[in-house]
């Protein structure tokens, strides 16, 4: 599926309609540039699992976990992870295989511990079409 965004409430309300029919155990991977509105899709997502406590990238603390919506949510920035075995250290199979939905960002730097079945949603800019046009790529693999 491929949507286009012409603005942040677009990317934030695709992320919620995502985070409504989410299930225990999917795990999605949030790829594209920085500043491409990741986080916004993210807090849409959130929002589409019930959460109402404020989302965060958790670009410091790898992960972030959220309990208070139908189900838990584990958000994960890998982007300053440094070497894939950092990510045994925060127990990110308990996430990825868990009861909980998974949402990694930057999760090309993973690949090679991600599970075999994820959802990717790559977010690009086209600059050409405008500053906050976005076309937002969802794929399951």
């Known amino acids: ?10 990317t934030y309300a695709l992320g919620k309609s995502l985070g409504e029919m989410a299930k225990p155990g999917d795990v999605f991977c949030l790829n594209g540039d920085l500043g491409v509105g990741k986080t ?11 959460i109402t406590e404020p989302v965060n990238s958790p670009t410091f ?3 972030q976990q959220y ?10 920035d890998v982007y300053r992870i440094g070497d894939v075995t950092e990510m045994d250290e925060v127990g990110y199979e308990d996430c990825f295989y868990g009861d909980g939905v998974t949402l990694i960002e930057w999760s090309n730097l993973i690949e090679e511990i991600l599970p075999p ?17 976005r076309k937002i790529t969802v794929e399951e693999t």
């Open 40 to 50: 916004v899709f993210t807090k849409g997502f959130a929002a589409g699992l019930g």
């Open 61 to 63: 603390t790898i992960v």
């Open 1 to 10: 599926m491929i949507k286009i965004s012409l603005g942040p409430e677009d």
């Open 67 to 76: 309990d208070d919506g139908r189900l838990p949510l584990y958000h994960f």
């Open 117 to 133: 079945h994820v959802t990717a949603v790559t977010i690009e800019k086209d600059l050409e079409k405008g500053f906050d046009y």
